[in-house]
Antibody, heavy 119, light 108 residues
């Protein structure tokens, strides 16, 4: 069971970026997924949730209207489109599986990908 | 929105100590609380879900309790590998997931 994030890089304020998360070792289409971020030296912040069929999507207030979560079950992949980025979005971004077995607590996590927003 | 307040934010403890970390919700959340351990540069690790259920593979010295608004993570007989930062998480209360602010457990 593995999640591997990619796409993190240095981006200018106001810019856009798309993160990807590749899943393997489990039936990706059966699980809800999340994005969680952690700013340097700070705590964990939940960003977004998507159900297994993409029928239900939620966002944290801090990213609503700027970020879009999506998934492609045929490709076992999760995405996060990030627009209008600011310095406050600088963080390590993790994708994490939400398992109903654990009442939607996140059990499997990727290693994270780093997004730096700076001019 | 429900706020999750974790305390203390940091603490010092010795090997063999019993450590207690508290998470308080701003309103009742039944038992929809999880606990995580995170070490520097690593992803969080699920320890406890549904307030008191131990995740498979987690040592039995970790335990969780509580319901409603007040929850506790207890580490009995602290081991060297337990020095880390711990987070609580409000889950299963859609549309919101909220982490507590974290508790850093350091060596005394």
């Amino acid at each position: 069971v593995q999640l591997v994030e990619s796409g993190g890089t240095l981006v200018q304020p106001g810019g856009s970026l798309r993160l990807s998360c590749a899943a393997s070792g489990f039936t990706f289409s059966a699980y809800s997924m999340n994005w969680v971020r952690q700013a340097p030296g700070k705590g964990l912040e939940w960003v977004s949730y998507i159900s297994s069929s993409s029928s239900t999507i939620y966002y944290a207030d801090s990213v609503k209207g700027r970020f879009t979560i999506s998934r492609d079950n045929a490709k076992d992949s999760l995405y996060l489109q990030m627009n209008s980025l600011s310095a406050e979005d600088t963080a390590v971004y993790y994708c994490a599986q939400a398992d109903i077995t654990y009442y939607y607590a996140m059990d499997v996590w990727g290693q994270g990908t780093t997004v730096t927003v700076s001019s | 929105d429900i706020q999750m307040t974790q305390s203390p934010s940091s603490m010092s403890a010795s090997i063999g100590d019993t450590v207690t970390i508290t998470c308080r919700a701003s309103q009742g959340i039944s038992g929809w609380l999880a606990w995580y351990q995170q070490k520097p540069g690593k992803a969080p690790r699920l320890l406890i879900y549904a307030a008191s259920s131990l995740q498979s593979g987690v040592p039995s010295r970790f335990s969780g309790s509580g319901s409603g608004t007040d929850f506790t993570l207890t580490i009995s007989s602290l081991q060297p590998e337990d020095f880390a930062t711990y987070y609580c998480l409000l889950a299963n209360r859609f549309p919101q997931f909220t982490f507590g602010g974290g508790t850093k457990v350091e060596i005394k």
